[in-house]
């Protein structure tokens, strides 16, 4: 059974960072394409950030270019988000998903396996 656990989330002031962890379990890691995704309040889930099998590619939303950094250690089995330079508008529960996709897949119907997911709260 497919286990991904998020880690990481807390409460933090603008223009802070968090990072968040995801760690995989009953799949094998390394042939998934592992991505984030956020849900606000009152929101549709959305794409944050995804990274290959290998990581030699990622692929992120433009909301978060620049300042989210995703990767991953096939190694133990988990994939991380460092989150900097904050904003309000970051506040959602942060959640990883697994595509057997070679590449960064974007959409939510691309992933297999989801966690149940992280709260980050930024307050303004």
């Known amino acids: 059974q497919v286990h991904l656990v998020e880690s990481g989330g807390g409460l933090v002031q603008t223009g802070g960072s968090l990072r968040l962890s995801c760690a995989a379990s009953?799949?094998?890691?390394?042939?998934?394409?592992m991505g984030w995704f956020r849900q606000a309040p009152g929101k549709e889930r959305e794409f944050v950030a995804a990274?290959?099998?290998?990581?030699?590619?990622?692929y992120y939303a433009d909301s978060v270019k620049g300042r989210f950094t995703i990767s991953r250690d096939n190694a133990k089995n988990t994939v991380y988000l460092q989150m900097n330079s904050l904003k309000p508008e970051d506040t959602a529960v942060y959640y990883c998903?697994?595509?057997?996709?070679?590449?960064?897949?974007?959409?939510?119907?691309?992933?297999?396996?989801w966690g149940q997911g992280t709260q980050v709260t930024v307050s303004s």
């Open positions: 009953g799949l094998v890691f390394s042939t998934y394409t």
């Open positions: 998903a697994a595509s057997p996709l070679e590449s960064a897949a974007p959409h939510l119907y691309e992933y297999d396996y």
């Open positions: 990274i290959s099998w290998s990581g030699g590619s990622t």
